[in-house]
């Protein structure tokens, strides 16, 4: 619930820190491009295939799963590198129930344990599971308390909610600054 009040600027602060909400929440969002390379597409069919024979939209499935939902591989995608994969004579295919089921062939093993070491969720520079949602849930609540102190605040609140943001800011470049 906005008040109304307008600063000097005529700007609503509550309006401004709405946005400065919305301007952390996307800083933080941590997203893979949804469409990824051919050698990632190979990478995660071959590292899942490693693990278990599976048909085509078991392997969309999986990599969607173990990337939190980042990346979804399209049929288009999965599909052809597949095919690949047997022209290569990587992968085998059996039909059950109905669906063509894949599985990685003797030469195909060393391929499939370096591919497991690259695939898409296996980066050694992604940090802890977890980690990203709590930093970002940091962030997006304190974006949430100065918006409350925008909102509903007194003009005293407000000056001194600035000066933490303001310190706030400068500990995390100091932070980063860091070796």
Do not use: C
């Not at 949804?34 to 499935?61: F, K, N, T, W």
């Not at 949430?144 to 400068?170: H, N, P, Y």
């Amino acid at each position: 619930m906005t008040t109304g009040h307008r600063s000097s600027r005529g700007v609503n602060p509550a309006d401004a820190m709405w946005e400065a909400m919305q301007q952390v929440r996307a800083g933080f969002e941590k997203k893979v491009a949804p469409r990824m390379g051919r050698g990632d597409v190979r990478a995660a069919v071959l590292a899942l295939l490693s693990e278990d024979p599976m048909h085509g939209y078991q392997i969309m499935r999986e990599i969607e799963e173990r990337t939190d939902g980042r990346w979804k591989p399209s049929a288009g995608s999965v599909y052809p590198t597949l095919q690949q994969l047997a022209d290569e004579g990587l992968v085998t295919t059996e039909t059950v129930k109905d669906r063509k089921v894949y599985t990685l062939t003797e030469e195909a093993t060393a391929q499939a344990e370096a591919a497991a070491a690259s695939a898409p969720w296996a980066a050694e520079d992604e940090p802890e599971a977890g980690q990203w949602s709590n930093l970002s849930k940091a962030g997006f609540d304190l974006a949430q308390a100065a918006g409350q102190v925008a909102t509903s605040g007194t003009k005293e609140q407000q000056r001194r909610t600035t000066e933490v943001l303001e310190q706030a800011r400068r500990t995390i470049y100091s932070i980063l600054a860091e070796d």
